[in-house]
C-alpha cells in the first residue's frame, strides 16, 4: 500500500480520528519541516520505553531512577489513608487540575459492562482488592472515594464496587463514599433532568 | 405592512424566533384549517382573563372560582414551613415534574444583574421579603431553598438573596439553603471543570 | 384542560416547536404587555380573511380591492414567456430576494414522494398542466424553469414535471430547464461530493 | 519535560487537535500493543523518504523507481491538453475520487489572501506560470481549470490567476475556465443565499 494510504491507516486508530482528518495529518506531516518530523516519530518510539505504569495505581509516569512506583504513591506528602478511584488517567489528571485532592488514586482503567455478566480484564478490579488491601495493611486506609462519570454505565460500576469492597470495609472502620450529586456549572433549572433535581435537593446545603 | 409581513414581526418576538421561522409560522397558519387558526386567535385572547399571578408566589394559575391564591398557595397538604426560590416559572415546573419537593415556590421574576447596581424590578425582591415576613408570622417558616441555576448571574442572585433575607433569618430560627452541588447528569470526569469537581469532593457520601 | 397547557399544545403544532418551547411561548405571552397579545390574537384571527391565495400561480397575497390573482400575475411588467416552478412560498420568496427573475411562478405546494405511486392532493400537478396550457394559450410561455432543491425528493419531483409536462412541450417550441448545478456559496472542494464535482467540472466556464 | 507531556505538545500540532485531545493521542499510545507503535513512529520516520513531490504539478507521490515525475504525469493516458489548477493535495483527491476528470493537474499549495499585497511563497504563482508555459510548448495545452473553493479567498484567487495567466492565453488558443456554479448536493432553495440562486438561474440547463 502506498505509503501516505498505510500512514492516514494508522493515524485512523487514534481516538475520535476519521479517514478525511488521518489524511489530512499525514499531508500536514509531509508539508512540515523534517525536524518536527523526526523528532515525533523519535518520541513514539521511545515513548514505551520512557513512560512505565505504575504497579500500585495503575498511572503512566516517567521512570528515570529506575523507581518502583510513581511519584504520587512515593511521596511523604501524599495522603495514604484516602483513596481515590477513577476510571482513566485523563479523569485523574482533570482532579488533579483542579488542586482539591492530596490523597492516593488507583485507576481501575475502565468502567464495568451493564449487560454482560463477566468483567472486562481491563478494568482492574482483582489489583484494586490487592491495593486496597494493601493500603489498610499498611498505612489504615480510613476512605474510598469512587469519582466515576454520572452515566449508567458510571452508576453501574459504583454500584459494583461498592459490593466488591464491602467485605473488606467490615475488618475495619473503612468509608466508602462517592463524588457528590447536585448542580454542575452551567446547570440550568429550566432543562435539568429529575435525577438532579432530586440529588440537589437532597444535598442541598 | 402586508399582514403577512405583519404577523411575522409579531411571532418575531417570540423567545428563540428568528425571521424566517416567523415567517415559517404564518405560512403554517396559512395551511391549516381554518378552524385550528380561529381556536388559536381565540385561546391567545382569551388568555389573559382565564390566567391569573398569584399575589403570594406570582405563579400562573387557572382562576375560575374567583380565587385569590394559587393551588399550591392554598393546598392545606403543602409544607408550609419550607419556601424554595426559583427565577421562573420554567424552573418551577420542572422542578414539581421531578416530585421531589411538596412545600411553598416563590417564583423571582429574573436573576440580579451583576453589573448594574441596582435590582431591575421584575426581579421581585420586595415582594420575597414581604412574602417570607408573612410565611414566618403565619405558618413558621423554617427552610428557605434558593434554587437558581448555577452560572455566574444565579450565583450572584443567590449571594444577593442570603444577604436580603439575613435579616429575617436573625429574628427567627430560620435556615437559608441552597441547591447542592457536584456531579450531575451526564458530567464525565475528563470534562468537567475544576468548581463542580471542589463541589463533587466536597460533598462526597 | 389548563389553558396554559391547551394554548401549549395548539404551539405545539407550530414547525419546529416542541413541548418545552410551545410552553415558553405561554409564558411569553403571559409575561407581555396586553396590547401585544390582543394584537396577535386579532391578527391570527384576520389573517385567512385578508391573504388569499392566487388561482393562478397559488402565491399567498394581500386581497384588498377584491383581485382575482396576485400583483405578478396581475403585472403587465412581468415576463410572461418564462414560469418557475417552486415547491413552497418560502422558496418563492428567497428567489424574489436574489432579484434575479421577473417571470411568473408556479407554487407546487410540495414535493412528489418517491417510495409511494400516486402524487398527494397537497402537490398542484393537475393544477400546474392546467396553468401552463393557460400560459401557453394566453402568452406564448417560452420556458419552465423547475426550481427544486437539490435533495433526492427535490431531483425525483424534477424527473417527475419533466415527464408531466414533456406532451405539453411537444406542441409548441416551449423549452424546459432545471436549475444550474456546481459549486454554491461557501462549497470546499475537499468535502463536497463527487456529484457536486461532476456537476462543477460538467458546468464549468 | 516529561514525554507524556512532550509528546502530547507535539500531537497538539496536528491540524484541528486541541490540548485535551493531543493528551488522549498519548495516553491511546500507551495502551497500544507495542508493535503498533512501533510502526507508527517507523512509518513517521520514513515517510519523507518515500514520499517526494513532484516537480511538475507539486503531488506528493510515491516515489521507488526514482521517477522524476508523479504517474498522472508520467501517464501517456493523461489528456495533456487540460490542466486543472486545485488549492491542496486533499481536493484533488476529493476530484480523483469523483472519477470525472483525466487531465493534469497543479497544486497551488494555499490561495492568495486578500488584504495583504504580496503573495505568500507557499503558493506557488511562479511554478504555475512556468508549468503552463511547458505545457503549452509540450503538449499544447488547450484548457485551464480553476478549481477552487466558492468562499471569498477562493474567488479572489481565482481572478488573481486569471490575471497572472491572462499574457499566456493571448498568444495560444488556450482558455480559461472555473468550476461551474449553482446548487450543489443538498441545496435547500429556501436557505440559499443570492448569489447562489443568481448563478443557478444563470446556468439553469
Do not use: W
Request: hydrophobic share 35%; charged share 25%.
Amino acid at each position: 500500500m502506498n505509503p501516505i494510504e498505510k500512514l492516514a491507516q494508522q493515524f485512523k486508530e487514534f481516538p475520535g480520528i476519521g479517514e478525511r482528518q488521518a489524511k489530512r495529518f499525514v499531508y500536514f506531516l509531509l508539508h512540515k519541516n523534517p525536524s518536527y518530523v523526526d523528532d515525533l516519530g523519535k518520541a513514539i518510539l521511545e515513548i514505551k520505553n520512557t513512560i512505565h505504569q505504575c504497579p500500585s495505581c495503575f498511572l503512566f509516569f516517567q521512570n528515570d531512577n529506575n523507581e518502583r512506583l510513581c511519584e504520587n504513591c512515593r511521596d511523604p506528602k501524599t495522603d495514604k489513608t484516602s483513596l481515590l478511584i477513577v476510571e482513566k488517567d485523563a479523569d485523574l489528571e482533570n482532579i488533579k487540575r483542579s488542586k482539591n485532592y492530596k490523597g492516593m488514586y488507583f485507576i481501575l482503567g475502565g468502567l464495568v459492562p451493564i449487560v454482560t455478566k463477566e468483567t472486562p480484564n481491563y478494568v482492574r478490579t482483582k489489583e484494586l482488592v490487592k491495593n486496597v488491601e494493601n493500603q489498610i495493611k499498611q498505612h489504615n486506609l480510613k476512605e474510598i472515594i469512587i469519582a466515576l462519570s454520572l452515566n449508567p454505565q458510571g452508576e453501574h460500576t459504583d454500584m459494583y464496587l461498592r459490593e466488591l469492597l464491602a467485605p473488606l470495609q467490615k475488618s475495619s472502620e473503612l468509608t466508602i463514599v462517592s463524588l457528590g450529586r447536585g448542580l454542575s456549572t452551567g446547570t440550568e433549572l429550566e432543562y435539568s433532568d429529575s435525577e438532579t433535581i432530586k440529588n440537589a435537593l437532597k444535598n442541598r446545603a
